[in-house]
């Protein structure tokens, strides 16, 4: 097959947002003014459960981290995953370079923009209409493996050493992910072909966003509330500005992100597979 024969839809263009934030205007453009979900369901105290990878790989007969991983899954289809065995100075290079890409001048980015038609690129994504409220960010989106799928302008054409700590990145999170989905399939109870077979086209998107300043951050939301339609979504938080909240029962949980940690949330087709 050849290299970018997939699609995964298109969205509108759309003001770039680190542009717009550069200007000197009194008040947020009316496309980006949100209401505030937590004033209307409020916020909650709970925090979301941590799992340690090292000891979901123990061989203990009975091991108390993967009911802790059946219960995470269950009640709250969100964890922080420590201990997950990526190398923390791969990751601390990758949130360097990702900082770096979208500290680039804008003619710079522009070379990786989203294409008509394709939702691939530099650019934002879900755009429908033009009168839709818009996320106050940026993202770079594009498809990482397996590698025949990967858009020639976009990966394979990024600024050293960017290219290279990406895609070593991409393979380190497909190796976890395998884990994680093979200690889900323990604590189900299911067997493990079972599990693969709802994932054996191995597909891995990445997607990058940048939330830049606001100076009426009340009024915006850097991504507004949805539920992740794909397997798993492995989520790294490049600083420590928090701002992700998920929706447990009628209340939003803030999530505080641990050091060294991902977040892990499961998204509506694994969630589907195993009902």
């Known amino acids: 097959m050849e290299s970018g024969m997939i699609n995964l839809g298109s969205s509108l263009k759309v003001p770039y947002v ?25 916020v909650s ?7 340690d990878m090292q000891r979901l790989l123990s061989d203990e007969s009975v091991n108390p981290e993967l ?11 969100f964890f922080q995953l420590i201990n997950h065995g990526v190398s923390s100075s791969l990751v601390d290079k990758l949130k360097l370079e990702m900082q770096k890409f979208f500290n ?22 879900f755009v429908v209409s033009e009168e839709q409220k818009l996320d106050w ?5 594009m498809v990482t493996l397996p590698t025949h799928l ?6 394979p054409n990024l600024p050293l050493p960017f290219r290279e700590t990406l895609d070593q990145y991409s393979r380190e999170l497909k190796i976890l992910a395998i884990k994680v989905l ?10 493990l072909e079972d599990m693969t077979m709802l994932f054996q086209e191995g597909l891995q998107s990445m997607r990058m966003n940048n939330y830049p300043p606001c100076p009426q951050p009340e009024l915006v939301m850097g991504l507004c509330p949805h539920s992740d339609a794909d397997g798993l979504t492995i989520v790294l938080q490049v600083n420590d500005v928090e701002g992700l ?9 803030p999530v505080v992100p641990l050091r060294n940690a991902f977040i892990v949330n499961v998204g509506d087709i694994l969630e589907l597979g195993i009902m």
């Open 18 to 42: 680190q542009e717009l934030a550069k200007e000197k205007f009194a008040s947020v453009p009316p496309r980006y003014i949100r209401p505030d979900p937590t004033k209307l369901h409020g």
């Open 45 to 51: 105290t709970e925090e979301i459960p941590v799992i």
């Open 67 to 77: 009911e802790k991983l059946h219960f995470a899954c269950k009640e709250w289809g």
């Open 104 to 125: 680039l001048t804008i003619e710079e980015k522009k070379r990786f923009a989203q294409e008509p038609g394709d939702v691939e690129g530099y650019g934002q994504v």
């Open 137 to 141: 960010a940026d993202m770079f989106f």
């Open 150 to 155: 990967r858009k020639s302008h976009l990966l």
């Open 182 to 191: 093979e200690q889900m399939t323990k604590a189900l109870g299911m067997k």
């Open 245 to 253: 909240q998920i929706k447990k029962a009628a209340a939003w949980v």
